[in-house]
């Protein structure tokens, strides 16, 4: 039995923020509460002291294992980068319990050989690993996957993330049949129309820099597309990585106007803004880009009033050698996840914008929930996913569990130090 004493639980499924111990047996909890009698759960579970595991929790806080709904672990096709062992281990140094991992591998994950690798190898992880699908054959935005099949197979969700859908009927179709199935479909939204260059926002830096740039209107155009379609459907839609306030008020219209509509923000877009390509050069290159101060603020202000509803790293790790290469050749795309829950804290909590309790919502409960699962919660028969961590415990970014150590965030010194990681009763990380 693992017993954890002495800890703040931040349970946002309750609402509870305050003291309680914390007792763990097999893959369950068994007993929580500030009240919480271990000799009475000791009885109870025909537990002997020798058979007792403490932690001791005491100035830690104790949440539900954090849920990433938006990972990219390269496995198959591009393990250079990351696979999905090493994924799951950055995961769990972040303090997460559950990913959700984007579909554009090679080959794709539209069919039925590719998710099932990556599903039978996300279960040796020792964490959660779940799979979206597709929305188009080979993400070429043509025609649909079969979504039913692939559905009936466990896939969590469907995105061609990585690329948007161009085709208003393709869509309209996808979002019918996601309907009918009860899943999300999440957008990635960016309309090349109107991006010269990728990675850097369209303005000041990009201008200085002498690179074209992509413009906040091509994000704004296909978010204010789709959350009308979502309309018209009913369907569940998640617009990923949200970066331009123009598109944080169509989302925050679709949902006055009643609509399923949900939306993701990443740490490096609350947190930084396009000065950092200036500083950071390749690793603050991103889609979305990082923009101006306003979209930042936007950002903020939609996590505080619940336009925006989960916090995701969009974790996408590159190689050091790609990383390296010129501005308009680089990848676009950062690792996330060992930083997300600290960058959280930083940018979000420490500054007053939201409390730990909103924090580990946006990061645990709502994602869940977009991906159809029970979200997490600290009470007797619910399973024991949790993370141990130190609010103002300071750490240094770097030494990656991830293969790659593309960051703007290396070096920096953050609060929210992960102490231990416990995924199914078993602690799959410790410091």
């Known amino acids: ?28 909890i068994v007993g929580a509460g500030p009240d919480l009698d271990i000799e009475e759960v000791k009885a109870r579970c025909d537990v002997s002291q020798a058979d007792i595991q403490e932690i001791d929790a005491s100035g830690f806080v104790v949440a539900p294992g954090l849920v990433d709904a938006h990972v990219h672990f390269r496995d198959p096709g591009f393990t250079y980068k990351e696979d999905i062992e090493t994924g799951a281990a950055a995961a769990a140094r972040g303090g997460f319990t559950t990913v959700v991992c984007m579909a554009n591998t090679k080959p794709a994950v539209d069919n039925e050989e590719t998710l099932r690798y990556i599903q039978e190898k ?52 996808a979002m019918e049949i996601a309907k009918d199935l ?21 303005g000041r830096v990009s201008e200085e820099l002498g690179y074209g740039g992509a413009s906040r209107t091509a994000e704004d155009v296909m978010v204010a597309r789709d959350t ?4 018209h459907t009913g369907a569940t839609l998640c617009i990923q990585h949200i970066s331009s306030k123009n598109s944080v008020e169509y989302v925050r219209a679709a949902r006055k106007l009643g609509g399923d509509i949900h939306a993701e923000a990443t740490p490096h877009h609350f947190t930084l803004t396009e000065d950092a390509v200036l500083k950071y050069g390749t690793y603050a290159r991103m889609n979305p880009p990082l923009r101006e101060e306003s979209d930042r603020m936007a950002i903020i202000e939609g996590i505080q009033d619940g336009t925006i509803d989960m916090i995701v790293t969009d974790h ?12 308009a050749a680089a990848p676009s795309g950062i690792t996330g996840l060992e930083t997300s829950l600290a960058l959280g804290i930083y940018s979000l909590v420490k500054p007053g914008y939201i409390s730990m309790l909103k924090l580990m919502e946006l990061m645990s409960t709502n994602p869940a929930k977009l991906y159809r699962m029970i979200p997490g919660n600290i009470a007797q028969g619910a399973p024991a996913d949790l993370v141990i961590f130190g609010e103002d415990d300071e750490w240094i970014v770097g030494d990656y569990a991830s293969k790659a150590e593309n960051s703007p965030f290396t070096g920096w010194k953050l609060p929210g130090k992960v102490h231990y990681t416990i995924c ?4 799959v990380y410790q410091a």
Request: charged share 25%; glycine share 12%; net charge negative.
């Open 316 to 327: 996408a790790p590159h190689s050091k050698e790609e990383k390296e290469r010129p501005l």
């Open 182 to 202: 009860d899943l999300p479909i999440s957008l990635h939204e960016e309309d090349p129309l109107f991006i010269k260059q990728p990675g850097v926002n369209m």
């Open 424 to 427: 199914n009763g078993k602690i």
């Open 1 to 28: 039995m693992l017993y954890i004493k002495g800890g703040r639980v931040v349970n946002p499924v309750t609402g509870y923020d305050g003291p309680a111990d914390v007792a763990i047996l097999g893959n369950t």
């Open 122 to 173: 996300g279960e040796k992880t020792g964490i959660h690993v779940l799979q979206t699908a597709t929305v188009t054959k080979g993400m070429a935005g043509k025609e649909l996957v079969d979504m039913q099949c692939l559905a009936d197979l466990g896939a969590a969700g469907f995105t061609d993330d990585g690329l948007p859908i161009m085709d208003e009927k393709i869509l309209l179709q």
């Open 228 to 231: 009308a379609i979502a309309l």
